[in-house]
Structures are given as C-alpha cells and as structure tokens.
C-alpha cells in the first residue's frame, strides 16, 4: 500500500520583494538578500526549523515558504511602499544610496537623511496576509 502524498501547503501569509526594473543583474541579487534577511530578523515566525542532512550536519534555518521576487518601473514601486505603509506590514527598504555605502551605519545613515517621500527606492520587501501583500504589490510582474 502507497502512502497517500500529502497535498500542496499554502500559506495565509507571503514574502514578496520587489525590485526596481532597471538594476543591473548584480544589483538584483545584492538587494534581494539585504531586503529579505531584514524579514527574517523582524518577523521570526517566518522562519523555519533547521536544516539536518542523512549525515547529522546541522545547517541554518531558512524561511518556512517561498518568496516571491517581482519587478516593476520606479514608480509603482512608490506605490507600492506607500500602500505598504498604509498597511502597515512589516517591509524592509533598499535605496539607490545604500550602492555607495559599505556598511550597515551609513547604510542606516543614507535612509534616514532622506524624509519618506523622497527615498529613491530600488527595492522593497513586505510579508503579512496574502490579499494585503498582494495589494501592495499591485502592478509588478513575476521576475523573469
């Protein structure tokens, strides 16, 4: 007798990050990890149990569910911090300025000298109830 396979889990919450359409590959994935390890420290419940292979080597947790990585124009993704904030999910910010800095003090220091309106977004990333991430990430398109 086979053992039935369970069916597909889906989660009531999502990670999605969304990305400015006109980085450079390299830029893309740099902004990913910054955005998404600020998830993973703010939101615990996201993470999952660790790693252990046949062997008992012991690896790092990693998120309990998928992350959706998007893309869109500049300025819907203005749009999509401010419906962010309107909705207070929890979200992580990555600014053009954060390219020229080296460290997590003038990373820090870049954002907060620019008021909130006028942060040069390249990415932001967001986790809470799938219909309010969905809502904030309104108008962006699967990363290809």
């Known amino acids: 007798m086979s053992t039935p396979t369970p069916a597909p889990l889906r989660f009531d919450t999502k990670i999605a990050v ?11 994935l740099n902004v990913t990890a910054f955005l998404v390890s600020g998830l993973g420290t703010a939101v615990p419940e996201v993470i999952g149990e660790p790693y252990e292979d046949a062997d008992g080597v012991s690896y790092l947790s990693m998120f309990r569910q998928p992350v959706v990585v998007l893309q869109a124009t500049k300025e819907t993704l203005k749009a999509a ?57 309104k108008g962006s398109r699967m990363h290809p």
């Open 81 to 137: 911090h401010s419906r962010a904030l309107s909705r207070a999910v929890p979200r992580a910010v990555f600014t053009s300025d954060l390219f020229t800095t080296g460290n997590d003090r003038d990373n820090r220091a870049a954002v907060r000298a620019v008021p909130t309106g006028e942060l040069d977004l390249v990415g932001l990333a967001v986790y809470g109830p799938r219909n309010a991430v969905d809502k904030v990430v």
């Open 18 to 28: 969304l990305l400015r359409e006109d980085l450079e590959p390299w830029q893309r």
